[in-house]
């Protein structure tokens, strides 16, 4: 006999997520021999249905091997884009983390010793079509036990597949001993001995599932630019996101899975999300009116952005070539022409947003700020990187090479340096430039 859950009432359910209920366990216990009598192909799971943060998931626990058979992963891609990372549940494959979980299962679970593995956190709803099979959770519940968790079992369709939320790299380390490394059958007999604990959410939106994987990640830290790409619960992070989806320029040149501030010197992208991120994070914390929300802090950001992109010659480059695939102008071929461009760096984006601050407090246009931004030069040196000499004169060279309103950003070691991108080193850079831009009227800059 099937009834309503109070509790259940305000619960979004997928369509392709059917509730029945029992309030008999004789019952239940029919049902399913009913369904196998008449050859149900698919999977069946018991366990617990629970309300946690207003929506229905089930747990439960399962062979390593059925584990992998009923799952899917959907990465994105290392440098993909803002708006391609948020079309996929996973992040990029990290070759490094990947490693040591293989090893670790290798010398343990592989071997039979004692091994613990974190709940894998699955979804089923997100990404699903007309198509799509639909999975029956059977609850053992009466009309209105006052309850928020009841025993369950799972009917899951075949051809059904549970999306991963948390839990991409184990599993892809399971699936690589069980199918493809060159391991003993007693190695692979050992691991599929082993059942893992599974946590099912029943979501059908993305975004919420985007948020449910940056909650998990707390435990493994994931890259910072997919934190805040995916982190829409911290307001700063929502509105970096939306900044750069609201931009074709940045949208096309914000890479939404790097871990720094700074991108390596040769990267087809030119700021991470971190950096997006510090740039309103300064205009939130430096507002003059501190009472207003991130949004009416950072309002106009698009419009500044848009300028910045009219007006400065390596964003202009790089914005014609987005729309040219002929061209050969490359982030990487901009980024490190004499000694590097401070505008494709992290500290360009600091320095970006005391600009746009700049304007807020003062009146300025976007255009006018954009056009003196355009007339400074943002690189390092005023030569280039391989006419300096090494060893021991490496630094004086660097000393005598570069600009004075950069040179207090350079780190200088052996043959190598780096640019700070720190917050006061960003302020004495402003100050520097801000000087230099002010100094005169625009029309003689």
């Known amino acids: 006999m099937t009834h309503v ?22 019952e ?17 799971f018991f366990g617990t249905s629970f309300i946690q943060g207003s929506r229905l998931q089930f747990t439960t626990a399962m062979s390593v091997q059925k584990m992998v058979d009923v799952s899917r992963m959907d990465r994105s891609k290392k440098k993909d884009t803002v708006v391609e990372v948020t079309e996929h549940s996973n992040r990029p494959q990290e070759a490094t ?54 025993p369950s079992i799972l009917l899951l369709p075949q051809g059904a597949k549970l999306d991963t939320t948390d839990g991409a790299h184990r599993r892809s380390q399971i699936e690589d001993i069980l199918y493809r490394s060159k391991v003993s059958d007693d190695e692979r007999d050992a691991l599929r001995a082993n059942a893992v604990d599974v946590k099912i959410v029943f979501e059908s939106s993305r975004m919420d599932s985007h948020q449910d994987f940056a909650d998990c990640g707390k435990a493994k830290a994931i890259p910072k630019s997919l934190v805040t790409t995916f982190d829409v619960r911290d307001k700063r992070n929502k509105r970096s996101r939306d900044l750069v989806k609201a931009n074709e320029f940045l949208a096309h040149y914000v890479d939404a899975t790097a871990s720094n501030v700074n991108l390596s010197s040769k990267s087809k992208m030119i700021w991470s999300m971190s950096a997006i991120r510090m ?57 490190d022409v004499r000694g590097g461009d401070v505008a494709l760096r992290g500290i360009g984006m600091a320095l970006f947003a005391r600009a746009f601050l700049h304007c807020k ?49 350079l780190v200088i070691g052996d043959n190598r340096y780096r640019v700070s991108s720190s917050s006061s080193d960003a302020d004495a850079a402003w100050e ?3 000087a230099t831009i002010f100094e005169v009227p625009l029309q003689t800059a």
């Open 5 to 26: 859950i109070p509790a259940l009432a305000d619960i979004n359910i997928p369509a392709h997520v059917q509730i029945q209920t029992m309030d008999n366990f004789e």
């Open 28 to 44: 239940l216990l029919a049902e399913i021999g009913r369904r196998t009598m008449m050859g149900y192909a698919g999977e069946s």
């Open 97 to 150: 983390h990947g490693r040591h979980l293989k090893t670790y299962l290798l010398g343990t679970a592989c071997k039979g010793d004692k091994f613990i593995l974190p709940a894998f956190t699955f979804n089923y709803g997100v990404g699903l079509d007309d198509d799509s099979p639909t999975a029956t959770l059977i609850l053992y519940a009466s009309g209105d036990d006052g309850t928020s968790s009841w």
């Open 279 to 335: 740039f309103v994070a300064h205009i939130v914390d430096h507002h003059e009116q501190p009472d207003l929300s991130e949004e009416e802090k950072t309002a106009g950001a698009e419009a500044f952005f848009a300028s910045l992109v009219a007006h400065l010659a390596q964003l202009r480059a790089l914005d014609n070539a987005r729309k040219d695939p002929s061209s050969t102008v490359t982030t990487g071929s901009l980024r």
């Open 361 to 409: 407090e003062n009146d300025i246009e976007f255009d006018d700020m954009a056009k003196r931004l355009a007339s400074i030069d943002w690189h390092i040196l005023d030569c280039e990187r391989s006419s300096l000499p090494d060893g021991d004169a490496f630094a004086d060279g660097i000393r005598q090479h570069a600009l004075d309103h950069w040179s207090h950003l």
């Open 432 to 434: 520097k430039i801000s």
